[in-house]
């Protein structure tokens, strides 16, 4: 395999590196990388870049990402998802429907959110997970993220609880099972997660996607770079004069947009990325240097 991405479907009770492990010795590469973790409870869409395709990572990362998912209404636990210990609970039966609109509503927008405690966020340089595991108390500060989409599918009453399906499209950085926890706590009654499943991350669908059996087989098709950098930028075609250029890393007359612009070959390969800088555009990276 040279360069390129796959999309797994990741199963539930791996960890994401898990399945960079299994990438790794299928496509006979060190060079494996992931866009965005999906926690061992969560199942779904996990991009794989490879070789050169791990420089397009962050850009993918960046991109919004859209799940599905359901909250537990009646438990708070110490992860705000199924696998924690439960902290308190409450009988959630007889919250009304209409409540739960009316606060999942207010969380629609540009929000300021305070992540989960079991997040890979850094405090004073330790991961916020390893510090709730050891049992340090404390809570992260909240920041800014967008939830483009809330919608809920289904409300159900059972037992002592309250089961509310979801489906969320959001920026980076944003956290499904905080919004279990505040719906849960603006009910007082408590809230956590009990399934996640990410649909897409970017231009990246589980229509793409294989499974991790088919991964571990060898059964696949791998996504070209150029491809995936179609999907993910604005494009400029280049002439073979361009591609000669760039490839010794020097700029052009200026692109069209001042986004990040992929810089394709007559043969469609992914040469450079570019970025507009006064009156030219300059190579951020290049991919298919002069030798």
Request: glycine share 8%.
């Amino acid at each position: 395999m040279s360069d390129g991405f796959l999309v797994v479907d990741k199963a539930p009770g791996m960890t994401s590196h898990d399945v960079v492990a299994i990438g790794r010795r299928a496509l006979n590469t060190r060079k494996v990388g992931h866009a965005g973790t999906l926690d061992p409870m969560a199942t779904g869409v996990l991009v794989l870049g490879f070789n050169n395709g791990t420089r397009l990572l962050q850009y993918i990362t960046d991109g919004d990402k859209s799940y599905t998912a359901t909250i537990v209404l009646g438990a708070s636990t110490t992860t705000d998802d199924h696998e924690g210990e439960i902290t308190s609970t409450a009988d959630a039966t007889g919250v009304s429907d209409e409540d739960i609109k009316r606060i999942l509503a207010t969380m629609v927008g540009e929000i300021m959110q305070r992540p989960t405690n079991v997040s890979a966020i850094k405090v004073d340089g330790k991961r916020a997970y390893d510090r709730a595991r050891s049992g340090e108390e404390f809570e992260l500060p909240a920041r800014k993220v967008t939830i483009s989409q809330l919608d809920i599918l289904d409300i159900r009453h059972k037992e002592a609880t309250t089961l509310v399906d979801i489906a969320v499209t959001c920026s980076a950085g944003t956290y499904i099972r905080a919004i279990a926890r505040d719906l849960g706590a603006e009910l007082k009654v408590g809230g956590h997660l009990n399934v996640l499943r990410r649909t897409r991350v970017a231009g990246f669908t589980l229509d793409q996607a294989i499974g991790i059996d088919q991964l571990k087989g060898g059964n696949f098709t791998t996504l070209e770079l150029a491809d995936v950098a179609r999907a993910t930028f604005p494009v400029r075609e280049l002439d073979l004069e361009g591609v000669n250029e760039l490839s010794f890393g020097r700029p052009l007359t200026a692109n069209a947009t001042d986004e990040l612009t992929a810089a394709l070959s007559p043969d469609n390969r992914l040469i450079a990325l570019l970025k507009n800088s006064i009156d030219k555009a300059k190579p951020v990276a290049v991919f298919a240097a002069a030798n």
